[in-house]
């Protein structure tokens, strides 16, 4: 789909020079002498570049049309993920390095989006809260819950967050996939 280059905000995907990017960063300059353009920083979702481009107002750019598809966790080995299509029982895998260290969060059947773009996956993302057991954490000091201080505590899953004080081993906790951060107890 063509937009103007006017129309281009961070986070769309762009069909560009043969390539996917993913725009980072968007000015819209009007110089005193001569046409406006925007200038944007993108980043290649295939070779992880980036680049800086000038887009007169007048040119158009072709936005990637992406197609997501709720699939739901099945289970990982060493290099991949495993996931099912709850409808039509199509099971697919997707690289660990795609996912990233938000492939820790996954459990057994936990819902996620996947984006497709033709016909290959560039994106999972996760529920934005899952619900995480504490594996061990320090004790609390005396006095520390007086100021909003925070100590590390190692999930289930292998991943260190900051939790606040009155947390303790064996706790059930929700986490922000987003961000990987604490955000109450159950």
């Not at 937009?3 to 993913?22: C, F, H, P, S, T």
């Not at 990982?76 to 039509?88: A, G, H, Q």
């Not at 909003?148 to 706790?171: C, H, R």
């Not at 906790?173 to 159950?186: A, C, F, G, H, Q």
Request: contains cysteine.
């Amino acid at each position: 789909m063509k937009i103007n280059a006017g129309e281009i905000r961070v986070g769309m995907l762009l069909e560009y020079k043969g390539d996917l990017w993913q725009v980072l960063k968007t000015q819209h300059v009007k110089p005193g002498k001569g046409g406006a353009f925007a200038q944007v920083e993108m980043k290649s979702v295939n070779k992880n570049t980036k680049v800086n481009e000038r887009f007169r107002s007048s040119e158009t750019v072709e936005k990637a049309s992406l197609e997501e598809i709720n699939y739901n966790f099945l289970y990982e080995d060493e290099n991949n993920y495993f996931f099912i299509e709850p409808k039509s029982f199509e099971q697919i895998e997707i690289k660990k390095n795609l996912v990233g260290e938000k492939g820790k969060l996954l459990i057994e059947n936990l819902e996620v989006s996947v984006s497709f773009y033709n016909d290959k996956p560039i994106s999972v993302d996760l529920p934005n809260q899952v619900t995480c057991k504490i594996k061990n954490t320090d004790v609390a000091l005396k006095g520390q819950t007086v100021s909003s201080s925070y100590k590390p505590a190692t999930l289930e899953n292998g991943l260190n967050i900051q939790v606040p004080p009155f947390i303790e081993s064996g706790d059930d906790i929700i986490v922000d996939t987003r961000n990987l951060e604490y955000i109450k107890k159950i």
